[in-house]
């Protein structure tokens, strides 16, 4: 109710009807019986706002409030119930944005390489200096550190409001429990982010310390998994043939080889060594082109040629896949060369030539399957252009010296720079 008052109106306040006579000390008394009325009021619970002459304090530490779940007190850390890996990863967001600088962390590093891994090492907060702002667990990107409920926190001891991790971590459903709602909004990229981060941790790094029984479980399931990677490994290395030989060895299987062919040159067939199951393809061609050779050695009645020796080359050195096809050149060139000057029937040189061909064309033959398994090399291709045209230059000095001249021409293209040394430099 507004009570208007008009500008120069006087207005008469009735005070109630007072009595006749009053005793001294009658005032006082009056305001202690007001006193005494809400003293005894006091000591009724009110049980809403509307009673405004009782209590509306908790019996602390009985009764407790229930605290928003946006109630901010000192910082924590998380981990995961399962893996007890932290969701930490040592980001370094946190201690850059604390206004007061209480926040220090160090990152973790892979022992056996010494490169940093996504995870915590050593992690500190200065609680008596910790303006409770909550700037850490707002620009945190993985959801690692959060603002807890907790704060009876009043201590005689200055030296244990340094809090370390050990006292810094709690479990996800200790979070989950006092803040369920602000936790369902980050809980599928938070696991998401901690299991791609557990994949980048090695050992045990990353997992909470004080967790030392489930440490030492997971050491125990780390040393069994590798135990067994490692038990198929020994089996696995024991067929040593299957590996690619070196040139020591392979010259020694190829000189094994041509001496048991050689011991059964008399026989008209000999039969080609059989290939160990998992030889390399080049063993195997090595293995062919031997039989060929102790066949045609076996046919002609004379022990096979043995691969001439180049000067300045150490003798137990197996020489290089392209040498070894140019000394076969020429070997069959020098062959091709003595036959055509042997030749006493007045035919051409060309077509004593041709007719010795033949004869190696069966073992050539042989060795076509070989050399189509083979990768068709430049090595290969200029091997074969070279003894062409050295047996060409061979039968043509044959045909032109004689049988005297043919043999020194023919080794002088072979060992040294003759005309066959130009055809070399024109091919290369």
């Known amino acids: 109710m507004t009570v208007k008052i008009e500008r120069g109106q006087i207005v008469t306040v009735e005070r109630g009807k007072r009595t006749a006579r009053r005793l001294p000390g009658m005032g006082l008394l009056d305001g202690m019986a007001v006193v005494w009325k809400h003293w005894a009021g006091s000591f009724r619970k009110n049980q809403g706002f509307n009673d405004i002459h009782g209590v509306f304090t ?7 409030p229930k605290l928003p779940e946006a109630y901010r007190n000192m910082p924590i850390l998380l981990y995961d119930d399962e893996t007890s890996h932290e969701l930490c990863t040592s980001c370094f967001q946190c201690e850059r944005i604390c206004p007061p600088q209480v926040i220090h962390m160090t990152q973790a590093k892979d022992p056996a390489t010494g490169k940093p891994v996504p995870a915590v090492a050593e992690f500190v907060i200065e609680y008596d200096a910790c303006m409770s702002c909550g700037f850490c667990a707002e620009v945190c ?57 557990i994949k980048r941790r090695p050992d045990v790094i990353g997992m909470a310390p004080n967790l030392a029984e489930k440490i030492a479980a997971r050491r125990r399931e780390l040393e069994a998994a590798a135990a067994a990677a490692t038990a198929p490994a ?8 299957g590996r690619k030989l070196t040139p020591e060895e392979k010259a020694a299987k190829l000189a094994a080889i041509k001496a048991a062919n050689a011991a059964k040159k008399a026989g008209d067939t000999v039969e080609p060594p059989v290939a160990p199951a998992g030889a390399a393809p080049a063993d195997e061609k090595a293995a062919r082109l031997a039989a060929i050779r102790a066949k045609n050695a076996a046919r002609k009645g004379e022990a096979p040629d043995a691969p001439p020796v180049v000067a300045g080359e150490p003798a137990g050195e197996a020489p290089p896949a392209d040498e070894k096809a140019a000394r076969l050149a020429a070997i069959r060139a020098k062959n ?26 069966p073992p050539a033959a042989g060795a076509a399957t070989s050399a189509a398994e083979a990768a068709t090399a430049p090595a290969d291709e200029k091997a074969a252009r070279l003894a062409a045209i050295r047996a060409k230059n061979a039968a ?11 043999a020194p021409t023919t080794t002088g293209n072979v060992d040294s720079g003759g005309p066959g ?5 024109a091919l290369s």
């Open 396 to 406: 043509r000095k044959a045909a032109g010296g004689g049988s005297d001249a043919a």
């Open 58 to 64: 908790y019996e602390y530490p009985e009764e407790r």
């Open 141 to 197: 990107p993985f959801d690692a550190i959060k603002m807890d409920h907790e704060f009876e926190l009043s201590t005689a001891d200055h030296q244990k409001l340094t809090v370390f991790k050990e006292q810094l971590n709690r479990p996800i459903s200790y979070y989950e429990r006092i803040a369920p709602t602000m936790w369902a909004e980050v809980r599928d990229g938070a696991m998401k982010k901690l299991q791609g981060n």
């Open 421 to 425: 040394a130009s055809d070399d430099a």
């Open 336 to 361: 091709a060369a003595r036959k055509a000057a042997e030749g006493s029937d007045g035919a051409p040189v060309e077509a004593n030539v041709a007719a010795t061909e033949p004869a190696a064309a």
């Open 234 to 241: 020994a089996p696995a290395a024991a067929p040593a043939e």
